[in-house]
C-alpha cells in the first residue's frame, strides 16, 4: 500500500530481506594477483595517449585581445581606420526594445530601393490626417468648413491640441483668396523657422574640426543616422572621424563600426562602459593630430527622464569646450516621427540640458502623422536639418520647409 495512503496507525511494513547470493564472494575476499597475470585480448588498437600536437586535443587557443592603455581600468582605445576590415561583419543582433528601424547592415538598407525623395516619404501623412483635413476645407458649406473639425484633424495629425487651437484662430482672421485651404496652409509655413538650405556643419575654430555631437533616445534611428551623415559628407570629399561615445547600450560601437566601414571613415572607441567624455577627447585630439574635417559623435541612447543621464550629456558638451575652446559644436536631436508628441517632450528636455542646434526627423515615411513637424519647430525654435524617409543611405535627405508644405498639399 502506498505511504500516503496508509493509516497513521498501522504499523510500517518491514522492507524485504535482500536476497543472498550463495556463490557471491565474501567480505573478506581479497583479490588474488595471478588471477590478472594474462591481458584481455582485444581487436581495437590500444588508445595512445593524447598529445598536443594531435589536431582537435590540443588546448584552445587564448583568444587574441586588444591592447590595454590601462589595465587597471580596462580603457581599451581602439582607432579603427577605413576599410580595415577586409570582410564586412556580421550584422550585429541587438535587443528589439533599442534597435534602429532598418537593417543592421548598411548594405542592405542601401539596397532597399527606396526612392529617397520627400514627396515619395510622405505619402502616408497626405493619405491620412492631410487627406482629411483638405476635404473639409474644400468640401465645407457655403458658411466655410467646420473649423472645430479643421482643429481636431490638425490635433490627430500631431500638430498638438493649444497649437492646433492657435493656428484655426489665426486661420478664420485671415482673407486668403484661395479661401480656407490657403489660410491653413499659409499659417502651417509660418511655423516652419526659417534657415539657409546650405547649412553643413563648419568648425568655428581656425585649424580645428567642426563637431556634431548627435543626441537622442535608443530606438529613434540614431546610430544609424550617424551613418548616414558620415557617408553624405565623405561622399562630398570632407574628411570624417566617429566618436564611439554610446559606451553604455550593447553591441552600439559594433554598430557604428558597420557604419564607418561602410563609410570608410576612420572610428575612435573605447572599451564598453568607458566613460564617453574621454572618447569625445580623444576623437578630437586624432581629428587635430590628421586635420580632419569633421567629427560625429554617437552619444548614449538616455531617456530624458534619468536626471543623472542628462547631467552625463552636459559634461560631454563640457568636454568638447574643454578640449577645442570656440568650437561651438552642432547638436542634433534624433528624433522618430511616429512617436508623435511624446517626441516632442523629449526634444523639450534635451533642449533645455544641452541646447539643441538642430533636428534629424527620422521614420517620416512609416507615420500618417507628418504634423509633429509643425509642432517641434514652434516650440524650440529649432530647425530641422533632415528628414528620413527610407533606409537607404541616400533616404536621409535635407529638409526644405517650402517643399515639405508643398508636398503636403500636393
Do not use: C
Not at 589536431?55 to 576599410?83: C, K, N, Q, T, W
Not at 497649437?163 to 499659417?187: N, Y
Not at 566613460?275 to 531617456?303: C, F, M, N, S
Amino acid at each position: 500500500m502506498p505511504f500516503w495512503r496508509r493509516p497513521r496507525d498501522q504499523p510500517t511494513e518491514p522492507e524485504p530481506a535482500e536476497a543472498v547470493d550463495p556463490e557471491a564472494a565474501p567480505d573478506d575476499w581479497e583479490p588474488d594477483p595471478s588471477d590478472f597475470d594474462d591481458p584481455v585480448e582485444t581487436d581495437a588498437p590500444p588508445t595512445p595517449a593524447p598529445t598536443d600536437d594531435e589536431p582537435g586535443l590540443a588546448p584552445e587557443p587564448e583568444p587574441e585581445r586588444e591592447p590595454v592603455a590601462d589595465p587597471a581600468a580596462g580603457v581599451l582605445h581602439i582607432v579603427i581606420p577605413p576599410a580595415a576590415h577586409a570582410a564586412q561583419p556580421e550584422p550585429i543582433q541587438v535587443d528589439p526594445g533599442s534597435a534602429p528601424a532598418g537593417p543592421a547592415d548598411p548594405a542592405a538598407a542601401e539596397a532597399s530601393g527606396t526612392s529617397g525623395s520627400l514627396d515619395a516619404g510622405l505619402q502616408r501623412t497626405r493619405g491620412g490626417f492631410m487627406s482629411r483635413l483638405r476635404g473639409i476645407l474644400v468640401g465645407g458649406a457655403e458658411g466655410g468648413p467646420s473649423w472645430d473639425d479643421v482643429e481636431e484633424t490638425l490635433i490627430a495629425g500631431d500638430v498638438g491640441a493649444a497649437l492646433a487651437i492657435d493656428l484655426v484662430e489665426r486661420a478664420r482672421r485671415r482673407r486668403e483668396p484661395g479661401g480656407p485651404e490657403a489660410a491653413i496652409r499659409a499659417e502651417l509655413a509660418a511655423l516652419l523657422v526659417p534657415r539657409d538650405l546650405d547649412w553643413s556643419p563648419r568648425s568655428a575654430v581656425a585649424g580645428g574640426p567642426a563637431v556634431v555631437l548627435v543626441v537622442g533616445v535608443n530606438g529613434t534611428g540614431k546610430t544609424t543616422t550617424i551613418g548616414k551623415l558620415a557617408s553624405r559628407y565623405a561622399a562630398e570629399g570632407r574628411s570624417v572621424i566617429l566618436a564611439a561615445a554610446d559606451t553604455f547600450r550593447a553591441a552600439a560601437i559594433d554598430q557604428l563600426r558597420i557604419w564607418a566601414d561602410r563609410a570608410k571613415v576612420p572610428m575612435i572607441a573605447h572599451a564598453p562602459g568607458a566613460d564617453p567624455g574621454a572618447v569625445v577627447y580623444d576623437a578630437i585630439d586624432a581629428a587635430v593630430a590628421r586635420g580632419a574635417d569633421l567629427v560625429i559623435a554617437d552619444t548614449a541612447g538616455r531617456l530624458h527622464t534619468r536626471t543623472n543621464l542628462m547631467d552625463e550629456l552636459s559634461k560631454v558638451r563640457r568636454i568638447i569646450d574643454k578640449r577645442l575652446p570656440g568650437a561651438e559644436p552642432e547638436t542634433i536631436f534624433v528624433l522618430d516621427a511616429t512617436t508623435g508628441q511624446n517626441g516632442l517632450a523629449q526634444a523639450k528636455a534635451f533642449h533645455e540640458a544641452v541646447g539643441l542646434t538642430g533636428i534629424v526627423l527620422t521614420k517620416l515615411d512609416s507615420t500618417a502623422k507628418g504634423g509633429i513637424v509643425f509642432a517641434i519647430e514652434d516650440a524650440l525654435k529649432v530647425p530641422v536639418r533632415f528628414v528620413g524617409v527610407g533606409e537607404a543611405v541616400g533616404d536621409l535627405i535635407p529638409f526644405d520647409p517650402d517643399a515639405f508644405v508643398a508636398a503636403l498639399f500636393a
